[in-house]
């Protein structure tokens, strides 16, 4: 299993921990699956990416 890290802040994101998923199609394309550690750190990344609709969505690590 790949430990994530946050794309913002470079953090660890341990398993076990949610993660915030960038739900925009370019962020989850090929290699770029871009996880942030919360909510803060993807607001930080929604203005550097030029989204103009963005959102997110929590994914659990369980299961
Ligand atoms: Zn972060
Ligand atoms: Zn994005």
Do not use: D
Request: hydrophobic content about 35%; aromatic content about 4%.
């Amino acid at each position: 299993m790949a430990s994530l890290v946050c794309a913002t802040c470079r953090k660890l994101i341990p398993p076990g921990t949610n993660a915030i998923r960038c739900t925009v199609a370019s962020c989850n394309t090929g290699r770029m699956k871009l996880r942030f550690c919360s909510v803060t750190c993807w607001e930080k990344h929604v203005p550097t990416a030029r989204h103009r609709k963005a959102s997110y969505v929590v994914e659990g690590e369980a299961g």
